[in-house]
């Protein structure tokens, strides 16, 4: 995930963990807080702020987003329930400003999006 400039946060790394542990037939294990802090001091890994443009989304990986995902979205609303907010900006793309990554790591590049509707 963070070659293609995705900020990686504790949920995610807990909802990839109980997949593994789900795969791997470990049914009893709970992916809490606690594993979670231990499983970064044990690996190194901390949280930076994503600086600078070192990096960039790859555009496929948004386009797909907005064709595939977006639209089943959208699918599930009624017009009435659609409005208008041409005159407020919306950035769609928002990202956190902070990513987990390995201590030994000096810079963690990133690009902040731009892009709003």
Avoid: H
């Amino acid at each position: 995930m963070r070659d293609k400039n995705v900020p990686i946060s504790g949920p995610f790394i807990i909802e990839e963990a109980l997949q593994f542990a789900k795969a791997l037939g470990y049914d009893e294990f709970r992916g809490s807080n606690g594993w979670l802090e231990k499983f970064k001091r044990r690996y190194g890994i901390m949280a930076k702020v994503i600086s600078g443009e070192s990096k960039d989304v790859d555009d496929n990986d948004s386009e797909n987003w907005i064709t595939e995902t977006l639209s089943k979205i959208l699918k599930d609303y009624k017009p009435e329930n659609i409005f208008n907010a041409d005159e407020t900006a919306l950035f769609f793309q928002c990202l956190s400003q902070k990513t987990l990554t390995f201590k030994k790591e000096k810079r963690v590049g990133g690009k902040q999006s731009k892009a709003s509707l």
